[in-house]
């Protein structure tokens, strides 16, 4: 197969695809909302890797804009810098494009590429490092200044959510990553990511938040959530 892993060069899809948003916002309430994409069928994912691997290259564009907030997700929650973070995701895809005719199921393919980031962020990180970084080392923090129309309540809230996000473990902050990352991966695609079972994830979850809820109480910025 003659096309590129990621359409036009180097600075292609992919990477355009990266969610722009602060990646350390979690939010503990319902809020009105637009609809999170919904992941595409896995009879329609199937149909589109074998339509990839036969070369139609709109195939092939509509995986990497359904899965590239996947790949990225994994790549955050394994606090990769922004350089050697763009590096697997365009490795991922070119391990897809080498094994795109050899997939034994195709409708799965979002595991696929799952495990493949993650194996490609733990050789970034050391090859036989198997867990996430702990202790001090906490991720780069995004700049706080507010978007264009973004009012100071949402920045506040913005900045007390990134601070209690930073004091959580090391395996907290990957969950809650990935499952922030839109279209919403599946469980499967999530316990391929960490390499974690995939019965452990709801739980693990549900005790994140509650570590979460509790580092905002701590430091006295809970309220602003409830403004």
């Known amino acids: 197969m003659s096309h590129s892993p990621v359409s036009g060069g ?36 199937a149909h589109l890797v074998l339509a990839a691997a036969a070369g139609e290259h709109a195939a092939w564009d509509a995986l ?22 763009g590096d697997v995701v365009q490795l991922t895809w070119l391990r897809l ?14 595991a696929w590429l799952a495990t493949t980031a993650r194996r490609e962020c ?19 923090q995004e700049s706080p200044d507010p978007l264009p129309g973004e009012s100071l309540a949402r920045l506040e809230r913005n900045q007390a959510m990134s601070r209690g996000f930073s004091l959580l473990r090391a395996s907290d902050q990957a969950l809650l990553r990935l499952l922030m990352a839109e279209p919403s991966p599946s469980y499967e695609e999530i316990s391929a990511a960490l390499d974690m079972p995939v019965g452990s994830i709801g739980p693990t979850r549900q005790r994140a938040l509650a570590r979460l809820r509790q580092a905002l109480e701590d430091q006295g910025t809970l309220t602003l959530l409830a403004d």
């Not at 494009?97 to 979002?110: I, M, T, Y």
């Open 97 to 110: 494009v080498e094994s795109l005719d050899r997939l034994h199921d195709p409708a799965r393919v979002g």
């Open 64 to 85: 990497v804009n359904e899965f590239s907030g996947l790949i990225w997700a994994v790549v955050r929650a394994h606090r990769l810098r922004d350089a050697d973070g």
């Open 122 to 140: 733990l050789r970034v990180l050391g090859g036989n490092q198997r867990q996430l970084l702990t202790g001090d080392q906490f991720p780069e």
């Open 10 to 45: 180097g600075n292609g899809s992919a990477e355009r695809s990266a969610p722009r948003t602060n990646s350390a916002i979690v939010d503990l309430r319902p809020r009105s909302r637009p609809p999170a994409p919904r992941r595409l069928p896995d009879e329609h994912v």
